[in-house]
């Protein structure tokens, strides 16, 4: 028999949203917390900018939510923007009594920077490495936690639905429950089934089913795959946001440069030397990210070059090195002194704007499963999420999930009717090259099919690929002993279909959908959501 874990609360990733979800329900209830890598390892781990929130006297709740709503493209839920930006500042103050170290403009305020989309200061920061301290300080709190047995190495595979019951019930929508996940154990290689009463999605993005992304290698959409394959909804997939700005060299490709550097007056020129924001937007280099991004694209498809340039030397470089000390240390590495030298860089997928859909209380369509952070889409995005409102939205919605976890009181699942992981007929393989290779194709087809910059015809050729890659995938899957590499290849492949279907639905272009057979935004689409579920084919 596998090894069975048994407690209240599962919860699945450990960035920001799984870890402040844990804090707030542990006192109450016992957690076990599984993680694929060390349990820093995440997407938060990586933030630089900051939280947008509103603390500045020349600020308001108003202006933070109409910027997010301009960002948004038609397609945010109003009631939830007003709900995050209100419950913002006080889950900051939070992290602040926690320990987190943010940067101090003196003694008593907090320091704020400015980003792209922001009509006023309100980043609230740890220098350039934000995400790292955040980890930092939770980590630390959740560890010396009695109530929470963290599991390190452990990649959920699958959540435990009806589906995995001996005898089948017939299922209509909305009775779908959640039991907890089948795990893998990657030190023994075993898979284990971890029961729970309810469970959290907090599994982060996806932003590694594109060739060229900021994300770690975590990020590969596992949480959005699970509950998709379980029968819940999930929403917006083709808002995929490509950061603008990220270094361009061959030691260190994808590392980003924030979008405070150019809050901090850095400004993009092309190969010529030439300042070229101001052909594509008033807002020069502080333009939404989208902009930001497709004039880059523009440029270096006009030009055939490499890179544009990123160009600080107009500042104070004692300043730029205090401010950005990360970003200063490591263009360094790769011989770039960002005080005297232009910065090489280039877009690349950076954020999941769509996810698995959660209601404002952090529920998903299927019973006794929630979910906060990157993993969901609770309406605050719409079509392009503002610069730093992402850390925001996970402080919220984590908060909000755990205190729904806390009040609904599910039973205990029924773990002995529940069949265990079955690998009868499989096998292990030596041909590892069939999942590089593949993971290799879909990355590189999602970049050059399904980018910045997408066609109906592009996107058709982009589904033809895909179905062959994926029915390929899943027939290996059948066949092979489980693996986190084939777990993440799996789950790719259908992110990647996802985000295919979502975008040829939409026939217009919304924030980040950007098609050029409809090249402007369809009114009679403004606030639909793009909704995909298995359930209906079962
Ligand atoms: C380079 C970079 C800079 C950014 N800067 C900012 C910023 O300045 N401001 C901002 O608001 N946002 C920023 N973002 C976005 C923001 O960091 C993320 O949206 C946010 O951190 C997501 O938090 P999360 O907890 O949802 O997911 P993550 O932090 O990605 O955590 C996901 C967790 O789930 C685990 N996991 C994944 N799959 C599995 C599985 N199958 N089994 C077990 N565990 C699993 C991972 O190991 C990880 O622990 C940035 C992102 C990047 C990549």
Request: net charge negative; hydrophobic share 40%; proline share 3%.
């Amino acid at each position: 028999m596998s090894p069975l874990h048994k407690s209240d609360i599962l919860v699945i990733g450990s960035g920001i949203a799984g870890l402040f979800y844990t804090l707030k329900v542990a006192e109450q209830r016992s957690v076990s917390l599984v993680t694929k890598k060390e349990t820093v390892e995440s997407n938060t781990n990586y933030a630089q900018g900051g939280i947008a929130s509103v603390f500045s006297e020349e600020d308001s709740f108003q202006m933070h939510v109409d910027d997010t709503l301009q960002a948004g493209a038609g397609l945010c839920h109003r009631d939830i923007v007003e709900i995050v930006v209100a419950e913002g500042p006080a889950l900051v103050e939070d992290l602040l009594n926690m320990g987190v170290d943010f940067t101090l403009e003196d003694k008593s305020a907090l320091h704020l920077g400015r980003e792209g989309g922001h009509s006023r200061h309100r980043i609230v920061h740890a220098k350039d490495f934000t995400g790292r301290e955040i980890e930092r300080v939770l980590v630390e709190s959740v560890r010396q936690h009695p109530n929470v047995t963290v599991y390190e190495d452990h990649i959920a595979i699958d959540l435990i639905t009806q589906h995995n019951l001996a005898k089948k019930p017939p299922l209509q929508p909305g009775d779908i429950r959640c039991w907890g996940a089948f795990v893998l154990n990657k030190l023994t290689g075993e898979v284990e089934q971890f029961f729970a009463n309810s469970t959290v999605i907090t599994a982060g993005g996806c932003g590694q089913v594109y060739l060229h992304t900021t994300n770690p290698e975590i990020a590969t959409g596992d949480g959005i795959a699970m509950a998709y394959r379980a029968g819940a909804k999930v929403g917006n997939m083709e808002f995929i946001q490509f950061h603008p700005t990220t270094l361009n060299h061959p030691q260190a490709r994808s590392f980003l440069i924030s979008e405070a550097v150019r809050g901090f007056g850095a400004v993009l020129r092309n190969r010529a030397g030439d300042r070229f924001m101001d052909k594509y937007d008033s807002r020069l280099e502080l333009a939404p990210r989208d902009i930001v991004a497709r004039a880059i694209d523009s440029e270096l498809k006009r030009s055939g070059d490499e890179s544009v340039y990123l160009d600080l030397r107009h500042l104070n470089a004692n300043e730029i090195r205090s401010s950005f000390p990360s970003i200063y240390e490591r263009c360094l590495q790769v011989n770039i002194d960002i005080t005297s030298d232009l910065i090489p860089v280039v877009p690349a997928a950076h954020y999941t704007c769509g996810g698995v859909i959660s209601d404002a209380h952090g529920r998903t369509s299927i019973n006794a499963l929630y979910v906060a952070g990157e993993s969901a889409m609770t309406g605050l995005h719409g079509a392009n999420r503002l610069a730093s409102n992402s850390l925001l939205e996970a402080l919220v919605f984590a908060n909000r999930a755990a205190q729904t976890t806390l009040s609904e009181a599910f039973d205990a699942p029924p773990w002995e009717a529940i069949s265990e992981w079955d690998d009868n007929g499989t096998y292990n393989t030596d041909e590892w090259v069939l999942i590089s290779h593949n993971r290799k194709e879909v990355r590189t087809l999602m970049w050059d099919y399904v980018g910045i910059v997408r066609s109906s015809l592009r996107l058709q050729r982009a589904r033809r690929r895909i179905e062959l890659l994926k029915n390929e995938v899943e027939d290996f899957y059948k066949r092979t002993s489980v693996s986190e590499k084939l777990i993440q290849l799996r789950n790719i492949t259908l992110l990647a279909s996802l985000i295919i279907d979502s975008a040829l639905h939409r026939n217009e272009s919304r924030g980040l959908h950007y098609t050029t057979d409809f090249p402007a935004a369809d009114p009679a689409l403004e606030q639909q959501d793009t909704v995909l579920s298995t359930f209906d084919s079962r």
